[in-house]
């Protein structure tokens, strides 16, 4: 093997080669797309066509029906904006997409928009142009219904179960170290010990837990947030102001006819308990308050 | 549900099927890429010349140090962020599979014909052959019992291996099957059917392998 040290030279030199086209790509105006003389909006009508990067498999957000059609609470939005923007809701291109490639679409310009329910962070937004909001998301626990823990601080002396990495572990570690966890590597782990009892209360997204919830009666979540609510918005290059604006007075235009409570009741509401505000799951006319 | 079973899978089949084609396209074509690519790689490779070596060798290195996966990124996000040039996600999966299949099955070729008894390319120079006319009549034909069997394993590791396309946006089969699990919940059926599939595909290569191996053998 007298070319191993010659591979392991190159492996990392081309690794440094990625991570330095990934702070270029920060750079805006330097791709030819989204440069400030030609109008992004008038590329994509040009192209008579709206590039949505969107999840396939992420019920109900997007996924595929049976006709095999993609469809879903954020996928419908990208055929509402082909609508608005080009005339016809045929006219967008889906782009399948997975967590670790959403952002890398939009850097290289494979995708004008990603809808497939990113949750804003400082990091992301780093990377990416977040528009205003369409969904929130925010950290609750869900206990049994005989329970009788009433608010957050009754949890103070149970064992609280959590997934590894999660929102809720990160934030109960930091806040309140004192407090006993039990902790799982899947969130599918972490049900079944909920439901065999092997702790008093589960902290999750609470999306995760209303529809829990819904599928097995006999348990409630608490009211209480864990931590403060984060938004979950469309994203588009960074550095495309024009897209983004134009998706922002768009949102406002659809929640002024009340656009995404319509995509709710169609798609999300069934998933949900019937006590589930809609207001506590979507954000309509990209108004946030947090 | 065992009999809405069979139901979901015939509703299921045209979207299957959709997948199904996307992944034997890009295998094909990649197959097809690795096969030339790795002849003409195999034959540049025993012509002796120096430089030509240290090309083969860096690109076989680089094939062989990173990742399919990363590849698959640098091609498909990676050129069109640095030199703003965009290959399709289908056209960008054939491309790293073939180039990376042509690395492998370029080893295979360059051994085999190594492996030929020295006297074949002398004896065919002496009788006045040309370079192509060498390996064209000579050399290849022989190598090709040699590399035949190893080459079909490459080729089934690249049908697998193409599932990874989906990290750059193509729906294929094993894609296309998860996307009926999230909406069914039928994972062992779906998944099942997945197992036959690449099952049926990859297993007459080998059965052929075989067949081929111990005919030539005797021979």
């Known amino acids: 093997m007298k070319t191993a040290p010659f591979a392991k030279l190159l492996a990392p030199l081309l690794g440094l080669a990625l991570l330095a086209g990934c702070n270029k790509s920060e750079d805006p105006g330097k791709p030819a797309a989204a440069s400030p003389a030609t109008s992004y909006l008038e590329t994509i009508k040009a192209r008579d066509k709206l590039i949505v990067g969107v999840f396939t498999d992420k019920p109900p ?6 006709g095999g059609r993609y469809v879903g609470f954020d996928t419908d939005i990208g055929r509402r904006f082909a609508k608005d923007l080009l005339g016809d809701e045929s006219k967008v291109e889906f782009v399948a997409v997975e967590p670790a490639s959403r952002i890398p679409f939009l850097q290289s310009d494979k995708v004008d928009l990603i809808l497939a329910n990113m949750t804003v962070t400082p990091e992301r937004k780093e990377a990416v142009d977040f528009t205003n909001p369409n969904l929130r998301v ?31 572990d990160i934030w109960l570690t930091k806040n309140h170290p004192d407090w006993k966890l039990l902790k799982f590597e899947k969130n599918t782990e972490s049900l079944a010990a909920l439901a065999n009892g092997r702790g008093d209360a589960y902290a999750q997204d609470n999306l995760i837990l209303f529809s829990w919830a819904k599928q097995n009666p006999g348990y409630r979540v608490l009211p209480q947030l864990l931590g403060d609510e984060a938004p979950i918005a469309p994203a588009v290059k960074k550095g495309n102001t024009e897209l983004r604006d134009w ?44 | 549900m065992a009999s809405s079973g069979i139901e979901l899978l015939l509703v299921s089949l045209p979207q299957l099927a959709t997948g199904a084609g996307q992944t034997l396209a890009i295998s094909a074509l990649g197959i097809l890429f690795a096969t030339l690519g790795g002849v003409l790689y195999g034959v540049l490779a025993t012509l002796g010349s120096r430089w030509l070596n240290i090309l083969l060798q860096v690109y076989l290195e680089l094939f062989r140090a990173i990742p399919v996966l990363v590849w698959l990124y640098l091609v498909f996000f990676g050129l069109p962020i640095f030199f703003g040039l965009s290959i399709p996600s289908f056209w960008c999966a054939v491309l790293v599979l ?37 390996y064209g009549y000579v050399l290849l034909p022989q190598a090709l019992k040699r590399m035949t069997p190893p080459t079909i394993n490459i080729y089934t590791r690249i049908i697998k291996t193409s599932s990874l396309a989906v990290l750059i946006g193509v729906v294929e089969v094993i894609k296309a099957g998860q996307q009926i699990i999230e909406r069914t919940y039928e ?5 099942g059917a997945l197992f036959l599939f690449f099952f049926l595909v990859c297993y007459p290569l080998s059965a052929a392998s075989r067949v081929l191996e111990r005919r030539w053998a005797h021979a």
Request: no cysteine; proline share 2%.
């Open chain 1, 61 to 66: 957000f997007g996924f595929v029906d049976e």
């Open chain 2, 187 to 191: 994972s062992v059926l779906i998944y």
């Open chain 1, 247 to 290: 998706v922002n007075s768009e949102l406002a235009k659809l929640g002024e006819e009340k656009f995404l409570l319509k995509l709710y009741d169609q798609y999300v509401r069934k998933e949900l308990s019937d006590d589930t505000k809609p207001e506590s799951v979507i954000v309509e006319g990209g108004k946030w308050q947090g």
């Open chain 1, 138 to 168: 925010a950290v609750q626990a869900i206990v049994a219904d005989g329970s009788p823990v009433q608010k957050l601080d009754d949890l103070a002396d149970k064992t609280i179960i959590v997934t590894t990495g999660t929102t809720a």
């Open chain 2, 98 to 134: 073939g180039l990376w299949g042509a690395s492998e099955v370029g080893e295979v070729v360059r051994g085999a014909l190594q492996s030929l008894p020295r006297g074949q390319r002398e004896a065919g120079l002496s009788i006045g052959l040309g370079g192509w006319q060498l």
